[in-house]
């Protein structure tokens, strides 16, 4: 682009415009239409080029556009970055930097993260920087380096938005994309490492817990396992043999302790042959208070009961037993089994007996406004349910009402048998009509039809219902 010097007459001086000047008679340069359209439509592609939209009365977009296009993916680099919330005003010190105005600073750490970017410091209220105030120069990715700092001096942060953002509606997010982590230099066994390949924190463990290792035993565990071990060996041994060296010292230190004692019991055997003659009976040994093997009491003596010279056999014992006692009945005396719960509820068996546990069972009451009987299931298990709805202060003539019931128990088997009715305070019932729907083992509805010429009023809707 250049001034229109190949336009005649338009009254140029040196290529340049100058002003009318009557005093000396200047004549002032004219602007050609094309040619001024021509740079209009320049800075509209520049504006355009950085994607934005052209407005008149915006007399900043041309810097703007030129610096969005400038930025491309990295941002002119900040003197300090955040390290927590702070106030947006005022020349303070931030990472151990005492701003001054001017100073550009990236803010990332904000409660409200749409309050996020690159702002320059000022002693009043703070405003975003000339390259960051539209949202066209906020995009997903963007790198920031920051300059300074204790924590972030030399470390660039990325925009980790993955959409457009809009300025002062969208939270701006941003993660260390580079630069040190904080992680003092040197070797490390144990490592944290984020999701850019950072290393955030380093140790250097030295325990098997440290390391998260946990199919081995430490040198305490082993330790306690030996004396343990020991501890079973030694048992209740007499404090004379409660080492290996006091055991070694009673067996003469004999390594072939076992043999020597076997040898010794053979010798000892057979030095015993002949000495003695072995007796096969009680009465070899002269033993007179015990009973003779031979001496059985056949299953007459046990069943009689009057020897007391013969030993008897268990199974001896029990047919003796059996054959005084038998299957009691209503007139004789005798044995009977315990009936079990089937047996009970089905009540066929008359040979054994029930306990009052099992009569008992299933049996339970609730006498209140709601309430219910459930009968054993050796009674059939039958259950009368019954549930207070509450009242209906006023129902018109011929209007109704429905009332939602839940038995106080859920029946087994299922309901059977519904009904309902309706009182009240006022001076007569005649007219309101109570049906009962939608029975089902939880619950039911009652419907309440006043049938009467007059409004009336119900004190309690009660449902019943009989169901096992």
């Not at 219910?372 to 709805?389: H, T």
């Not at 309101?432 to 309440?448: D, E, I, K, Y």
Request: net charge negative; aromatic share 8%; with cysteine.
């Amino acid at each position: 682009m250049d001034y229109p010097k190949s336009v005649p007459n338009i009254g140029l001086v040196d290529g340049h415009f100058v002003d009318e000047n009557p005093v000396t008679g200047q004549i002032g340069s004219l602007i050609p239409a094309a040619w001024g359209d021509a740079i209009t439509q320049e800075v509209l592609n520049v504006i355009k080029g950085a994607g934005m939209v052209p407005d008149e009365a915006n007399v900043s977009q041309l810097l703007s556009a030129v610096l969005a296009i400038a930025a491309s993916d990295v941002k002119k680099s900040v003197r300090v970055a955040t390290t927590g919330a702070i106030a947006l005003s005022g020349l303070q010190t931030i990472d151990d930097v005492a701003l001054v105005a001017g100073d550009r600073v990236l803010v990332k750490n904000q409660a409200n993260a749409v309050q996020n970017w690159i702002y320059t410091a000022a002693a009043g209220a703070w405003v975003r920087a000339k390259d960051a105030d539209e949202s066209i120069e906020c995009a997903p990715g963007h790198l920031v380096p920051v300059q300074a700092g204790t924590r972030n001096a030399g470390t660039s942060w990325q925009l980790s938005n993955t959409t457009q953002p809009v300025l002062g509606a969208t939270a701006l997010v941003f993660e260390q994309a580079g630069g040190k982590t904080g992680v003092t230099p040197g070797p490390y066994f144990k490592v944290s490492v984020d999701a850019y390949g950072h290393v955030r924190s380093g140790a250097n463990p030295t325990t098997l817990q440290g390391f998260g290792i946990l199919d081995a035993i430490t040198k305490i565990e082993s330790t306690e396992a030996i004396q343990v071990a020991i501890s079973a060996l030694v048992a209740e041994a007499p404090s004379s043999l409660d080492t290996l060296k006091k055991l070694a010292s009673a067996i003469g230190s004999d390594p072939n302790f076992s043999t020597t004692t076997t040898n010794a019991l053979a010798a000892m055997s057979s030095a015993l042959q002949g000495k003695a003659s072995k007796a096969t009976t009680l009465t070899g040994y002269g033993i007179t208070d015990a009973v003779s093997v031979a001496n059985k009491a056949t299953q007459t003596d046990a069943e009689s009961g009057v020897n007391d010279t013969k030993w008897v056999t268990p199974l001896g014992v029990f047919r003796a037993f059996t054959s005084f006692v038998s299957q009691a009945t209503e007139t004789a005396f005798g044995w009977a089994k315990v009936a079990g719960q089937s047996a009970t509820n089905a009540g066929n068996d008359d040979t054994t007996f029930v306990t009052p546990k099992k009569l008992r069972n299933g049996f339970s009451v609730q006498f209140d406004g709601t309430g219910y009987i459930a009968l054993p299931s050796w009674m059939g298990g039958w259950i009368l349910q019954w549930v207070n709805a509450g009242s209906i202060p006023s129902l018109a003539s011929g209007g109704f009402v429905t009332k939602t019931l839940t038995w106080p128990l859920t029946f087994p088997v299922g309901p059977m048998v519904p009904w309902g009715i309706a009182t009240g305070a006022t001076a007569s019932e005649v007219g309101m009509v109570v049906t009962p729907n939608g029975m089902n083992s939880t619950g039911m509805n009652l419907s309440v039809f006043n049938a009467a010429q007059a409004s009336k009023g119900v004190q309690s809707v009660i449902g019943f219902v009989i169901g096992r």
